[in-house]
């Protein structure tokens, strides 16, 4: 149950934008990165990938150690000067950069800055679809999909129906909800090492849901979850592959 | 309680845990009962506005009385006194035994019923009786399984959901001479009820939880489902009362908030069969009811957890359980796993700053902050950010909570600032990445995290080339 959704912002089309591609991507998932990048050009934005970029801070606020988590969210506020909307592919970062940055600099001299750059981000989806307003045209195979909605996207950034609504935009997309899809995979970030058995659990839960779906494919927006989903899958021996939602477009428009 | 130490032994919540996970029948029992209840929970919260509008309602009431809470508690206890009932403040849980010990004494009392009161969880009541010849006997259903069972409640408002009918009729087989072999909801409970109304009859002493005290009218509300509260305090002559000190609300109107909320969030009840509202003893004249009634009011840590002006959020709590029936963790581990008064996202905040970090330091961590229980708590307590205080306070040596810094790691330390390091300068970050992307993928499964990632998943895959290298191949412009 969520609160009931706030008005929606109607922002003027930007013809410019940031892009931070968070940790996780930069290392693990640069293609889902640069997908993200194209579906923004494919608008005609131009996009601006700030060389000097690294981590939100997250994995460090989390775990108790705020005063290095401020400095790595220090380090990133000069590289978006432009008063220009900052868009996230993940839901987590996004969520942290938009909801928690504001509360670790509160009392800091540079809170000011921090609060004007955090009110500038968007995660990948939400922007597509509230401000650009996308539509998409499917030149892929008839396929079979699940969504995983990452817990801070929905909860901290209130991303719910943006990414299933650009799924369901593509004609030979069918997408097929999960039984449990606000249940979390057991991802958590140093979560996952800290209680290996209950993240396991967790995602072997997980597991069950996507497989009864019938899908090929588990998309999401978040590359921490899929680095987790992907892992229990690979690691059970399933025919079924997570995928970044933004790679996902992409090849859906490139068929 | 005993005097805690920061050199008091963590509690092991991932040993507890793990037992919890390999026991197919505990997981499957947890599944089943939390998916109903988050199906019932939701079916009374259809419409979204009139969730928003009630839980900002009873969040407010619960604000509104901590915001004013050294004061109502004055006009409570003048109120109550006032009223006939005798209120006895204990700041520890080993004060509040005393107290009920003399109170037993002084009556004489070789029994006493209880209904659920968590507070007495908290004060281990039921074994420190025992230890000084007195029976105290479950009456709350659930309560009166895990009793027989010689566990612990595995949930604050269902206290046997662990346990299914068969395991259930299987106990009262063994625990009970003339249980049959049944395993009938309708017939178990119907054996109890048997058990339990003799006891009522011969008890000395009734004892209860209280829900919502209210300050301008000295009035204790109680609201239950099996009418076993109300037997507990109107059978026997005495009644004790126990409630945490933040119970107390300020007047008779912000009671309905609450205990409309309550069971819709905890079993999605419109209302609770039983909603009793106790006021006095019995008056010259009356037939019926106690001839005494007690409130203990317990701190245990909770003025503490007051001082501070972000935790004290945690005292909001209204105590509905709606917390673990959404936590993902409470849903694969069961409430044993936790081996606390309070399990779940609740117990994760409050039993922590309670007993302090040096005993309770992983509980704060055995949590994903996926925010699913902020979700839904149903007077807002932000229970994540909380938790992520909790975890600042563990590694921070001071005396904002109990044993604060009790977690404090050089090594742990020497790792975030390395990490902070890497991510604060854009050259470091650049060389990092690229050795990982180099030779990450080489790395050994047996190395520390790599071993627990690798338990049930592949190695996470490196990329070659890192989002940093595409973007400049593509000449994607940096500013």
Redesign the interface.
Known sequence: ????TPPRPSPTRPSKVY?F?T?L???????A??AG?DLLKAQGL???????Q??C?Q???????????L??A??QLDLFPGDLPIVVPSGSCAGMMKKHWP?LFHGEPDEAKAVQVSSRVWELTQFLVQVLDVKLEDKGEPVRVTWHAS??AQ??MGVVEEPKALLRQLANVELVELKRE???C????????????????????KVDDIEQTGAKRVVSGDCGCL??I???L???HKPVQGQHIAQFLKERLHG | MAEHHGTEAPVN??AA??AA?LDPQL?GNF?RAMDGLMTK??VQ?AD??E??DMRALAASVRLRALSKLPELLEKLEANCTRNGIQVHWASTTDEANAIVLDIMKRVDAKLAVKGKSMVTEEMHLNAFLEEHGIEALEADLGEYIVQLDGTMPSHIIMPAIHLNTKQIAHLFKRKIKEAESIEDAAYLTGLARRILRQKFMNADVGMSGVNAAVAETGTLCLIENEGNGRMCTTVPPVHIAFMGLEKVVETLEDVPPVISLLPRSATGQPITTYVNMITSPRKEGELDGPREIHLVILDNGRSSVYADAELRDTLRCIRCGACMNHC??YT??GGHAYEAPYPGPIGKILVPQMEGLAKRGEMP????????C???CPVKIPIV?IM?RL??????PGDAVKDSGAQASKTE?MV??G??A?????MA?KIA?MA??KL?NAAPTGLP?LK????????????S????????E?G????
């Not at chain 1, 994995?59 to 988590?69: E, I, K, T």
């Not at chain 2, 961590?365 to 699913?372: K, W």
């Not at chain 2, 994607?476 to 500013?479: A, L, S």
């Open positions: 149950m969520t609160q009931p892009f591609g940790c991507v930069d290392l693990f998932f640069p293609d990165g640069m990048m131009t996009v601006v990938f700030p060389q000097g690294s981590c801070g994995p460090a606020y989390n775990s108790g150690y705020r005063a290095d988590a400095k790595v220090r380090a509360h817990c801070h909860r901290e606000k249940e979390c057991g991802f958590g970030g140093t979560f996952a090492v800290r209680h290996p058995e209950i993240s396991a659990a967790m995602v072997g839960d680095l987790n992907n892992g229990a690979e690691g059970g | 919540f991932a845990s793990k996970l997981r599944r929970r939701a919260f979204a506005k969730w928003h993902p963790v694969k581990v961590h055995a949590c994903t902050m996926c925010n699913a902020v979700e839904i950010e992520g975890r600042v306070e563990a590694v921070r330390a975030w600032k990490w902070a890497m991510n604060a300068s854009p970050y990445t990982m992307s990450g995290l627990e990632w690798t338990s049930v998943r592949t190695k996470p895959r490196f990329a080339r890192t989002l940093h290298d595409l973007a400049r593509k994607i412009p940096d500013v």
